[in-house]
Antibody, heavy 113, light 107 residues
Framework: EVQLVESGGGLVKPGESLRLSCVASGFTFSSYTMNWVRQAPGKGLEWVSLISSSSSHKYYADSVKGRFIISRDNAKNSLFLQMNNLGVEDTAVYYC??????WGQGTLVTVSS | EIVLTQSPDFQSVTPKEKVTITCRASQSIGSSLHWYQQKPGQSPKLLIKYASQSFSGVPSRFSGSGSGTDFTLTINGLEAEDAATYYCHQSNALPETFGGGTKVEIK
């Protein structure tokens, strides 16, 4: 059974940093591109970032480019999102997702002073 | 950026009725269009991938069609458990984008 479990969310102040993690199981993680997608409270879905299976290619939404860094550790079946200089507009549930089928349960990031 | 326009935004439907949700892309995306169902407090669940491919475990009343710029999600015989918000998603070009969602309510 494919499982994706995110962690690392929480309440931070504007300008602070947070690192999200996603642990995968039930499939060969190292063979898959992976995504981060977020959803602000009461809003729709927004793609955030993508990383290729070998980490050779990384892409970001314009809204997070230069502030967020996606990475992975295939030996540990883990995906990460380093989020720096957070703003209130980054408040959302962050999901890791295997294209284009399975999603994790999400982790809530709240940015507020 | 490819914009996906879903319609309608909201639909109130009687059980057993047929539901049709459309998704229009601002440029051709081939068949790289996926449909998700999201219930309150839950993560999105895949229904249809690549426009018309059913996903394992999804009831057969859900089907998808279309290619290029116009796509449709059909629910044949709505059930009470289908109350949810439905999103389309394109993976043809970066940035990947999502439609604004269609909320389906059961009358």
């Amino acid at each position: 059974e494919v499982q994706l479990v995110e962690s690392g969310g929480g309440l931070v102040k504007p300008g602070e940093s947070l690192r999200l993690s996603c642990v995968a199981s039930g499939f060969t993680f190292s063979s898959y591109t992976m995504n981060w997608v977020r959803q602000a409270p009461g809003k729709g879905l927004e793609w955030v970032s993508l990383i290729s299976s070998s980490s050779s290619h990384k892409y970001y939404a314009d809204s997070v480019k230069g502030r967020f860094i996606i990475s992975r550790d295939n030996a540990k079946n883990s995906l990460f999102l380093q989020m720096n200089n957070l703003g209130v507009e980054d408040t959302a549930v962050y999901y890791c997702a295997r294209p284009h089928d399975y999603w994790g349960q999400g982790t809530l990031v709240t940015v507020s002073s | 950026e490819i914009v996906l326009t879903q319609s309608p935004d909201f639909q109130s439907v009687t059980p057993k009725e047929k539901v049709t949700i459309t998704c229009r892309a601002s440029q051709s995306i081939g068949s790289s269009l996926h449909w998700y169902q999201q219930k309150p407090g839950q993560s999105p669940k895949l229904l249809i991938k690549y426009a018309s491919q059913s996903f394992s475990g999804v009831p057969s009343r859900f089907s998808g069609s279309g290619s290029g710029t116009d796509f449709t999600l059909t629910i044949n015989g709505l059930e009470a458990e289908d109350a949810a918000t439905y999103y389309c998603h394109q993976s043809n070009a970066l940035p990947e984008t999502f439609g604004g969602g269609t909320k389906v309510e059961i009358k």
